[in-house]
């Protein structure tokens, strides 16, 4: 879902943007999961958002780090 949400093809509704939002930033506290790594690298459905710099990126709130996670090596878990 948070694939979908981030390349812009599912929408929240939010009264107080009216949905006229120009990018999506995920923060949360801690490092991204795997699987979810994954499925932004594979990109199955080869969708795209160019208006958002930060769809295939994650804000990590405990090290204040912008995770992208095409440049995450999965073998490792490291940022490249």
Do not use: A
């Not at 390349?7 to 930033?25: A, D, F, H, T």
């Not at 804000?59 to 073998?75: G, Q």
């Amino acid at each position: 879902m948070m694939y979908l949400l981030g390349k812009n093809e599912v929408k929240l509704p939010n009264e107080y943007i009216e949905n006229n939002q120009k990018w999506i930033l995920w923060c949360y506290p801690g490092r991204p999961i795997k699987s979810e790594i994954y499925i932004h690298q594979l990109n199955p459905f080869k969708l795209d958002w160019p208006e958002n710099p930060y769809q295939s990126c994650q804000y990590d709130l405990d090290s204040k780090l912008l995770i992208d996670f095409n440049r995450v090596d999965l073998e490792t878990y490291q940022v490249r």
